[in-house]
């Protein structure tokens, strides 16, 4: 004989199954598309072996542990748009699992399932599966780290406690803005303390202890960032507004949860378990506005405060649970599936297509000696004496190590500021001025373009001619060539 639950479950299950496969499509489709600006990073990172993959992981990127499974993919899979994004594939599906995995602990199968399909659809709209970042990997560990929490606060065990330690710990090193991870995690612990009386203030000292321990190591790194805060920032300044709207949504599905709780509606939810997703889906991008205000870095942008993505799915998936009727949550859930392939970016597919500005490029290169000036749109670029560093050059000449091109690749600063322009007059007098052909490559898919069109048609539009080739995405091609004389 079955009972009401069982019949729930029949019903509920097969559409939430239909709608997780269904959010896979946003995260399978852009797998084969051309590499955006960072992910050429990442390759550039890795492309020359381990050794020289930390080394550069230290000093050029915030995620040691990502790049070294990234050398691993490329390794095995060679350099490949699939290979490379595969990593992030598994990190994704993993905290898929995982996140069900907590949602069945705090309350039960269907929460868990409602979180999965949330987080499936958030993360598959923000192309984080199909992305050679380390933000996949990193939510794995961030929602494995949290689901450790819960089992040790659950049953304090030194097992359970070791899992915290080594998963949190992993966590900032698959990057470093994921260590507001630490804040959430002595939140919860804070308060199921408060709240039942575990752990001990002894036991949770001897695990944060262990942790900063593991964490020791990151110091020098994570302080020469802070020194570099500004030569690094390069979003606009967040409006109040524009935090409000981002927090509307965790705040709104607060107010659901506390609503539903306080008439006794729904199924019923632990307040410290509440309390977790809460803070999860808020105080990631809080953070990360505070110091955009407080500080000179600019880092109020949406994958720098991703950490948010598995509590505001965590949120949704309690906030529904407590909605009456099965099948009624199930169509919620199913709606929030098609609603976020109906939104899914229409251009992820070409955006920064440049695979594509690269194989024109090569169709109207002369010889080796073309010059080929790139503005590919790395802050870094700002500092004008990178530009003739070898390594650092080739830096920020990224893409053109996924996508090579022949010529003499060149590349133009970040800005046209006066200090740049200088560079650009040079340029323009030294190199261009005996050339007969040379091409500019520009990403315009930026906060604040660059009018590097412009500025060379001003200079050299008495000797040259100019010609579009595209499009490509948001990635530009100029062809500009000498005038015959008459």
């Given amino acids: 004989m079955t009972g009401p639950r069982d019949a729930d479950r029949r019903q509920t299950t097969p559409l939430l199954i239909a709608g ?59 350099a490949r748009e699939i290979a490379l994004r595969l990593p992030s594939l598994v990190g994704a599906a993993g905290a898929t699992l995982l996140l069900y995995r907590l949602g069945l602990r705090l309350l039960d199968r269907e929460t868990g399932l409602l979180a999965a399909t949330a987080f499936a659809c958030l993360i ?94 990151l110091g020098p790194r994570f302080l020469s960032l802070v020194r570099r805060r500004e030569t690094l920032s390069w979003a606009n300044d967040p409006s109040l507004a524009g935090v409000l709207a981002v927090l509307a949504l965790p705040l709104g599905l607060a107010g ?59 949120l949704s998936g309690l906030a529904i649970r407590t909605l009456p009727g099965a099948r009624s949550r199930s169509l919620i859930a199913l709606g929030l599936v098609v609603l976020s392939i109906a939104v899914s970016p229409p251009y992820r597919r070409s955006r920064q297509d440049w695979r594509a500005a690269t194989q024109a490029v090569r169709s109207v290169t002369e010889s080796a000696d073309t ?63 005996r050339e007969r052909r040379f091409i500019l490559v520009s990403n315009d898919d930026r906060v604040r373009q660059v009018p590097y069109r412009g500025w060379f048609e001003s200079r050299l539009g008495a000797d040259f001619d100019s010609r579009s080739l595209g499009p490509f995405g948001a990635i530009s091609v100029v062809v500009f060539e000498r005038r015959r004389a008459s």
């Fill in 20 to 78: 997780l496969s269904a959010a896979s499509y946003l995260w399978i489709s852009p797998l084969g598309s051309s590499l955006w600006l960072d992910e050429a990073v990442s390759y550039w990172v890795v492309k020359d072996g381990l050794l020289e993959a930390v080394d550069r992981g230290l000093r050029y990127q915030w995620s040691p542990a990502y790049d070294v499974i990234l050398w691993l993919a490329v390794g095995l899979g060679g």
């Fill in 124 to 217: 598959g709209i923000g192309g984080v599966p199909a992305n050679a970042r380390p933000y996949a990997i990193a939510l794995m560990l961030a929602v494995g780290s949290t689901l450790a929490l819960v089992r040790w606060l659950d049953r304090p065990f030194a097992g359970s406690a070791g899992a915290y330690v080594v998963l949190a710990a992993l966590t900032v090193y698959a990057h470093y803005l994921f260590a507001i991870m630490l804040a959430v995690h002595v939140f919860h612990a804070v308060a199921r303390r408060r709240l039942h009386r575990a752990p001990s203030a002894a036991r949770l000292g001897l695990v944060l202890g262990a942790l900063g321990a593991l964490l020791l190591p």
């Fill in 256 to 314: 659901v949860l506390a609503w539903r709780g306080s008439r006794g509606r729904g199924a019923s939810v632990d307040r410290a378990s509440c309390l977790l997703a809460v803070v999860w889906s808020i105080l990631p991008p809080l953070t990360v506005a505070l110091v955009s205000w407080l500080t000179s870095a600019r880092l109020f942008y949406p994958r720098y405060y991703l950490a948010w993505t598995p509590g505001l799915a965590l």
């Fill in 371 to 433: 010059p080929i000036l790139v503005g590919a749109g790395l802050v870094e670029s700002a500092q004008i004496d990178w530009l003739g560093h070898p390594e650092r050059s080739s830096y920020l000449l990224a893409p053109l190590s996924f996508y090579p091109v022949p010529g003499r690749p060149i590349p133009l600063p970040y800005d046209l500021d006066v200090g740049a322009r200088g560079y650009l007059e040079d340029l323009a007098a030294v190199v261009l001025a």
